[in-house]
């Protein structure tokens, strides 16, 4: 028989993850705080439930793809939260991306309790949720990634056990973040000042993606959101800043200056209070233009 899918988080990433899991023939309870999020899950067929506490109860494996650590922490461990009130023997998966402590604590708690945890953050954008293309950077026991591995093989493609850590993932996960902070405003900075120069951004574009210039992101950045002058994210200025916080943090621990890196803080803090918090991240090219006067 199918298990009982439970997920919590109905976002951008959320929303598209679960749909996919409905399509496969599951039932999927759900909840998010959000109504019109709720609104769009159950229009999917999904069976929308008051609060996650409910959710907790139903489901054999509970997901959640939410927006900060602060609330993955609320969410699973206050009171009302998932790891008080899932059945014995549960698994959760939780595809949000946090600092890898919290990962450590939530599987030590949910285990404490009976349940099963695996940390399992993930890349690939909207797009890889839309089309469950994601990468998936699973840490947690091996028995637990077995039982998650259905799910992941239906929201994701490229799978990935890194080790009976429940973190090891979120480390991954960040120091791609980093990468992406590096290289959005790589994208912003080059097209501006070619632009300024009077070179269009579609020429230098088709330089560029022959060139070593050429990235993930560059493609991702320009083509998708830039080219399109289309901003909704996405993936937002303030989810990026958050996790370079959390990438400086993880740095300063481990005693490695980010020569670079930790200045991305102050650049995306900059960035969201120019009021570009809720857009995509690609308008740290908005930003610099605004700053150009271009
Ligand atoms: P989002 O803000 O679009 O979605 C988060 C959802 O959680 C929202 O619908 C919000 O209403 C809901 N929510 C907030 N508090 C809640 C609560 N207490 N209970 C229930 N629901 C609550 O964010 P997103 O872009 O979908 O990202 C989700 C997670 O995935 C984040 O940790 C993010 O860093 C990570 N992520 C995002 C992307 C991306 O491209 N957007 C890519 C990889 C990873």
Same mark, same amino acid.
């Given at each position: 028989?199918?298990?009982?899918?439970?997920?919590?988080?109905?976002? *951008?990433?959320?929303?598209?993850?679960?749909?996919?899991?409905? =399509?496969?023939?599951?039932?999927?309870?759900? +909840?998010?705080? *959000?109504?019109?999020?709720?609104?769009?899950?159950?229009? &999917?067929?999904?069976?929308?439930?008051?609060?996650? $506490?409910?959710?907790?109860?139903?489901?054999?494996?509970?997901?959640?793809?939410?927006?900060?650590?602060?609330?993955?922490?609320?969410?699973?461990?206050?009171?009302?939260?998932?790891?008080?009130?899932? $059945?014995?023997?549960?698994?959760?998966?939780? +595809? !949000?991306?946090?600092?890898?402590?919290?990962?450590?604590?939530?599987?030590?708690?949910?285990?404490?309790?009976?349940?099963?945890?695996?940390?399992?953050?993930? !890349?690939?954008?909207? %797009?890889?949720?839309?089309?469950?293309?994601?990468?998936?950077? /699973?840490?947690?026991? &091996?028995?637990?990634?077995?039982?998650?591995? =259905?799910?992941?093989?239906?929201?994701? =493609?490229?799978?990935?056990?890194?080790?009976?850590?429940?973190?090891?993932?979120?480390?991954?996960?960040? @120091?791609? *973040?980093?990468?992406?902070? +590096?290289?959005? &405003?790589? /994208?912003?900075?080059?097209?501006? @000042?070619?632009?300024?120069?009077?070179?269009?951004?579609?020429?230098?574009?088709?330089?560029?993606? *022959?060139?070593?210039?050429?990235?993930?992101?560059?493609?991702?950045?320009?083509?998708?959101?830039?080219?399109?002058?289309?901003?909704?994210?996405? +993936?937002?200025?303030?989810?990026?800043?958050?996790?370079? $916080?959390?990438?400086?943090?993880?740095?300063?621990?481990?005693?490695?200056?980010?020569?670079?890196?930790? $200045?991305? /803080?102050?650049?995306?803090?900059? %960035? !969201?209070?120019?009021?570009?918090?809720?857009?995509?991240?690609?308008?740290?090219?908005?930003?610099? =233009?605004?700053?150009?006067? %271009?």
């Amino acid at each position: 028989m199918m298990e009982k899918l439970g997920f919590i988080g109905l976002g *951008n990433m959320g929303l598209p993850m679960s749909i996919n899991l409905l =399509k496969a023939g599951y039932k999927v309870y759900g +909840f998010d705080t *959000n109504s019109q999020a709720m609104e769009q899950f159950i229009a &999917e067929g999904g069976v929308g439930l008051a609060t996650a $506490k409910e959710v907790a109860e139903q489901g054999d494996i509970i997901m959640t793809s939410l927006p900060t650590p602060q609330i993955v922490e609320q969410v699973y461990q206050s009171e009302q939260g998932i790891i008080h009130h899932a $059945k014995k023997g549960s698994l959760l998966i939780d +595809f !949000s991306t946090v600092n890898p402590e919290l990962n450590d604590s939530l599987h030590k708690e949910a285990q404490s309790l009976g349940l099963r945890y695996l940390g399992a953050p993930v !890349s690939g954008g909207v %797009i890889g949720a839309i089309q469950a293309t994601l990468t998936i950077m /699973v840490g947690g026991e &091996e028995a637990d990634y077995q039982s998650g591995s =259905k799910i992941f093989g239906i929201v994701g =493609k490229n799978i990935y056990h890194l080790g009976t850590s429940p973190s090891v993932g979120t480390r991954i996960k960040l @120091l791609n *973040n980093l990468m992406i902070g +590096f290289y959005t &405003e790589a /994208v912003a900075e080059t097209i501006v @000042l070619g632009e300024k120069m009077g070179i269009h951004a579609d020429m230098l574009y088709e330089v560029l993606k *022959n060139s070593y210039g050429q990235s993930r992101i560059y493609e991702r950045n320009y083509v998708e959101y830039m080219k399109n002058e289309n901003y909704q994210p996405g +993936f937002s200025t303030n989810l990026l800043l958050k996790d370079l $916080k959390l990438a400086k943090n993880m740095a300063e621990e481990a005693g490695v200056p980010l020569r670079i890196g930790e $200045k991305l /803080v102050d650049l995306y803090s900059d %960035i !969201s209070q120019q009021g570009y918090g809720e857009n995509d991240m690609s308008a740290a090219y908005l930003s610099l =233009k605004e700053k150009c006067k %271009i």
